[in-house]
């Protein structure tokens, strides 16, 4: 399975022991496809850049960009889902519509994400898409 | 990227395991099932040492998530302007 996971499930998942961290190993041992967006590239790079001292920062963004170089995360570029953005702020704010459409595009199996204005158009859209709480996605991943 | 080959030796019960799934069509060949197990334990490795990380930066889950509605829009904005 292809799946795109959001910014708070992945900060959730990289810093400590607990539910999301077991989803996101469960999701690296197993055979399916852990996939980011741009925009979620994007804010890994701020919020790290934010949080972490300086020297600290360069050891966490070598992680990250060995992530993507050696494939545990699939980078989604713009360009693959923007003409999907349109159809997605009619379900979701336009802050979080370019996630909403990368989550759209026909590769794409689940959206894993803790955000609740995801949670609430869950039963909207009309699509194989399963937008799931953390806690939820083991149970329907199997 | 350029492969090298090295000879290793496995126990059977390893070999009996690999040659499974290649003959389910999990994999191509017993290279690349053992390429694929090193990049997963190297990538779980990566994963404690990000861990790591913040446990030296006194980050919690509340500090490590706190802001991230705010860089959202923050990176739209940027890409808008862009």
């Known amino acids: 399975m292809n799946i795109l996971l959001d910014t708070n499930f992945l900060f959730s998942a990289l810093g400590f022991d607990?539910?999301?961290?077991?989803?996101?190993?469960?999701?690296?041992l197993s055979n399916n496809n852990v996939f980011i967006c741009d925009e979620i590239y994007k804010e890994l790079i701020k919020n790290i850049s934010q949080k972490f001292s300086p020297k600290v920062k360069k050891d966490?963004?070598?992680?990250?960009?060995?992530?993507?170089?050696?494939k545990a995360i699939?980078?989604?570029k713009r360009f693959m889902y923007e003409r999907n953005i349109i159809l997605a702020e009619k379900y979701i704010?336009?802050?979080d519509a370019p996630i909403l459409a990368a989550s759209f595009l026909p590769e794409i199996?689940?959206?894993?994400?803790?955000?609740?204005?995801?949670?609430?158009?869950?039963?909207k859209v009309k699509s194989k898409?399963?937008?799931?709480?953390?806690?939820?996605?083991?149970?329907?991943?199997? | 990227m350029q492969l090298n080959p090295i000879q290793i030796r496995l126990p059977k019960r390893q070999i009996i395991t690999i040659d499974k799934k290649v003959k389910q069509k999990d994999?191509?060949?017993?290279s690349e099932a053992i390429r694929d197990y090193i990049n997963k334990i190297e990538t779980l490795e990566t994963l404690r040492r990000f861990q790591e990380l913040t446990f030296k930066e006194n980050l919690n889950t509340k500090k490590l998530l706190t802001g991230l509605k705010n860089i959202r829009k923050q990176v739209y904005n940027e890409t808008l302007n862009n």
Do not use: C, P
């Open chain 1, 18 to 28: 607990g539910k999301s961290k077991e989803i996101l190993e469960y999701l690296i």
């Open chain 1, 60 to 70: 966490a963004l070598i992680i990250i960009n060995y992530w993507l170089e050696y």
């Open chain 1, 74 to 76: 699939i980078l989604i």
């Open chain 1, 93 to 95: 704010n336009k802050y």
């Open chain 1, 109 to 123: 199996d689940y959206l894993i994400t803790g955000d609740k204005d995801f949670l609430n158009i869950k039963q």
């Open chain 1, 129 to 142: 898409i399963i937008i799931l709480k953390a806690s939820e996605i083991v149970n329907n991943i199997n």
């Open chain 2, 27 to 30: 994999y191509s060949s017993r």
